[in-house]
């Protein structure tokens, strides 16, 4: 987390920096061919008072600058006279965008390429007395000599601005994740944590206090069970936090490998998005155990709430190649939207996740007179019968390695028992290792939602 704090700030930096130099350079060039124009109307203004009082013998004397190309034009388009070029080699300039507009309206102008120099030009011509054009010229790239000049202060600028972005983002992410690091998970309300992190731990100091209540109250296995729970959830939070925290301290040694810098980087990321996903899954228990939670119930399009979360699942499944079929007719259920979009979520995200490559999830809606089955049948890996009756268990895990390896929190199954609870449903399961699983909920159909599809149908 930190090493991503770290980058954030850092990226934002150098493409702020990045932004300014384009900027300098896309706005700086117009503005400084401007100025040069400038320049040559000055310079052309000079000259002809010089070629007024002494002719062309005047431009020969200063036609040493290289910088500037000076020409001398008559009114037909002859060149007379050129500092960079042979005069009498040189093709009619009549047509000259800065020549004709200096043969019609006194002076002109023009940015284009020259066939002399072979080379983009800058151009002012002149009109003077006697109808003679005097244009001046110079090669666009003595614009980015002049515009580099800008640009080096910037840069250097930007670079310390670079720097310092270094130094102060490893403060700042250090500073950041200070508070996350010293949370007491056992007693939250005693630590100092963020505004944005305080609903986290009213919810765990309730959760805390309820699961405490519980097993004062409760005997024999339910007793043990919760007590067990308190400690899981201490351990499942306290261990990412303690990696996190690890892997940090060790980034901010000096002498590290980059690889190995990524390696832990990674890490922390991983361990970040894993304690992300629990603290959602906390807290969604946490808000079903609430007695006084208050539940919004409506009538629940069953199976256009399941292509919505089939939708949301379908980059997943098309990592392992698993195919996702749905079948049935549209089904009313009486229930709570949120609660009932994640029963269905984690169902369908449990047979992508412990399916085997090239696999398959097939889900079925199917309703009669009395009940509504939603039915999740999966081609995966299967649960061996001993675990069956703990499955539904708060950070029950059948296999914790490969559950941590596929971001399993073990309580996805929890919530849709705890869900089914809520919506007075029932869950039927029926799995065969390594051939796969298939779990079965059975909503009860009232005479409400059974009219509401008979009306939708006739439609």
């Keep these: 987390m930190k090493k991503k704090i770290f980058t954030s700030i850092l990226v934002v930096t150098i493409i702020a920096a990045l932004t300014a130099i384009v900027s300098v350079s896309v706005l700086g060039v117009p503005f400084m061919e401007n100025e040069i124009l400038q320049e040559l109307k000055i310079e052309a203004e000079l000259i002809s008072r010089g070629v007024a ?82 244009r001046i010229s110079v090669a666009q790239n003595y614009v980015l000599v002049i515009l580099s000049w800008l640009i080096m202060p910037v840069c250097v600028i930007i670079s310390v601005i670079v720097l310092l972005s270094v130094v102060l983002s490893e403060v700042v992410a250090r500073r950041i994740l200070q508070p996350l690091n010293d949370l007491d998970l056992e007693h939250p309300e ?99 155990d609430e007695k006084e939670e208050k539940y919004h119930f409506e009538n629940i399009d069953l199976i256009e709430m399941t292509k919505d979360v089939v939708k949301t699942l379908f980059a997943s499944a098309k990592k392992k190649n698993i195919d996702i079929n749905l079948e049935g007719d549209r089904a009313y259920v009486y229930g709570e939207k949120r609660i009932l979009h994640e029963m269905i979520y984690n169902l369908v995200d449990n047979a992508i996740k412990y399916n085997h490559q090239n696999g398959s999830v097939n889900i079925e809606i199917t309703k009669d007179s009395d009940n509504i089955r939603f039915a999740v049948n999966d081609t995966g890996i299967g649960i061996p019968k001993e675990e069956q009756e703990h499955i539904f268990e708060r950070f029950y895990r059948v296999d914790k390695a490969y559950s941590k390896e596929l971001g399993g929190t073990g309580l996805g199954l929890s919530i849709v028992q705890q869900g089914a609870y809520l919506h007075n449903a029932k869950i039927e399961l029926s799995s065969i290792e390594d051939e796969g699983t298939d779990i079965v909920l059975v909503f009860p159909a009232n005479e409400i939602d059974m009219r509401m599809e008979r009306e939708d149908g006739t439609r």
């Design 53 to 134: 009082a002494d002719g062309i013998e005047y431009l020969e004397d200063i036609a040493d600058n290289e910088e500037r190309r000076i020409t001398l034009i008559d009114e037909n388009g002859t060149v007379l006279f050129d500092s960079g070029a042979n005069a009498g080699k040189l093709d009619n300039h009549k047509n000259r965008k800065e020549v004709k507009q200096a043969i019609e309206q006194g002076y002109g102008s023009s940015i284009r390429f020259s066939d002399t120099m072979t080379v983009r030009t800058i151009n002012y011509a002149l009109r003077i007395d006697n109808n003679q054009i005097i």
């Design 190 to 288: 005693d630590s100092y944590v963020y505004e944005e992190i305080k609903p986290l731990t009213r919810k765990i100091q309730v959760q805390n206090r309820k699961l405490k209540e519980k097993i004062y109250s409760e005997l024999g296995q339910k007793q043990r069970r919760q007590s067990e729970f308190t400690a899981n959830m201490t351990h499942e939070l306290k261990t990412p936090l303690t990696s996190i925290s690890g892997f940090a301290e060790i980034l901010m040694q000096d002498d590290l490998e980059n690889s190995i810098v990524k390696d832990f980087a990674k890490s922390i990321y991983d361990e970040a998005a894993r304690l992300i996903t629990l603290i959602g899954d906390i807290i969604k228990l946490a808000e079903m």
